[in-house]
Structure formats: structure tokens, C-alpha cells
């Protein structure tokens, strides 16, 4: 196996973690500290890149990557110790990737916290990302459109101009609006 490299995750190339299956119902304080796998690490760095690139904070990358790397079930507390975040942050990254239809949450009996894994669904990420990040945009778009034109003034040197621009803006959002349908189809064939 490669060494590991250090990351804002490790000290060293390793991090102290809480396992999480330790007898079901036990106190899972007392669960010896593991550091995460090579593969975790490398998991997380990955979905912190990509969510990056959706403009997500970084904190949602750390919080799929690491349920996406790891094949059991992880609880809230789990996410805020392996990952060392805070207990505000770890929730509201839960709250929000649920919201998304990014993780699911899993039923374990006898356990009274909630677990969570990632979704691993290209169609179920891509519609979700659409329908909470995209389409209340699009669906805003002809109200924004026509503030924007009406705090065009007709008498103004630079109204030719500004009526240009919205033109461009509203023939983007006819293309965007055009689009989105076939994105969101073509994510269904995955």
C-alpha cells in the first residue's frame, strides 16, 4: 500500500477515528481510535474537489466522501469525530446532502441514532442537485427577467446598452430552460 499523504484530514498521514460498529448497542466511546484507510482518505479529498467545483462547501465533500468510502453505516457522531468537524457543521452537512437525496438514512436495530450512507446513484445525485440548486432558478428566471427590464430607463444614454444585455440574459435562460429537461433525462439513463 502507498503511504499515506498528509491531508487537512491527518497528522502524520493518519486520523484517530470512532468505529462505529463496536458491539451494536455499546458505548461507542470506548471503540479504540483507527485512522481512516488510504482509500477514505483519498475518497474524501476526491468528493471535496467535486463539490468544490458545484460551488458546495467543503464540508459536504468531507461528509460523502467519507459515507461514500466507508461500507458500514455511519451515525452523526461518527461523521463529526473521523472527520473532525464540529457538531454543528457534521449536522447541517447531514441535513443538507439528506435534502439533496445524496445520502440515505438506515435503520439499525437496536440503535436509537440515525446512520446514514451515501447514495451512490448518478440519476438520484444529478435530479436532486437540479431540482434544489437549478431549477428554483430557472423557475425565478421570467420574474428576474422582468424587474431587470423594467429598471431600464427609456430616456437613459445607456438604455440601447442595457436592453442589449437583457436580450443576451434572456436568451440564456430560454437556452438553460431548453436544456435542463435533456440534462435531467440523460442523468435518468445512469
Do not use: C
Amino acid at each position: 500500500m502507498p503511504p499515506v499523504k498528509d491531508t487537512p484530514f491527518t497528522k502524520g498521514g493518519s486520523l484517530s477515528v470512532k468505529s462505529s460498529r463496536s458491539s451494536r448497542g455499546a458505548n461507542l466511546q470506548s471503540s479504540p481510535p483507527a485512522p481512516l484507510s488510504a482509500f477514505q482518505l483519498e475518497s474524501v479529498a476526491l468528493f471535496i474537489h467535486v463539490f468544490g467545483a458545484l460551488s458546495l462547501p467543503r464540508s459536504i465533500g468531507e461528509i460523502y466522501g467519507l459515507l461514500f468510502s466507508t461500507p458500514e453505516p455511519l451515525s452523526l457522531d461518527d461523521v463529526q469525530t473521523r472527520l473532525q468537524l464540529s457538531r454543528g457543521s457534521a449536522s447541517e452537512g447531514l441535513r443538507w446532502l439528506r435534502s439533496l437525496g445524496a445520502v440515505n438514512q438506515v435503520y439499525l436495530p437496536g440503535i436509537r441514532k440515525e446512520h446514514f450512507t451515501a447514495e451512490t446513484s448518478l440519476r438520484k445525485l444529478a435530479s436532486g442537485y437540479l431540482r434544489d440548486r437549478i431549477d428554483p432558478h430557472l423557475e425565478n428566471g421570467p420574474n428576474r427577467l422582468s424587474i431587470l427590464e423594467s429598471s431600464i430607463d427609456p430616456d437613459s444614454t445607456t438604455a440601447h446598452f442595457e436592453k442589449s444585455r437583457l436580450g443576451q440574459i434572456a436568451g440564456w435562460y430560454k437556452f438553460f430552460a431548453k436544456v435542463l429537461p435533456l440534462i435531467k433525462a440523460l442523468a435518468g439513463k445512469f
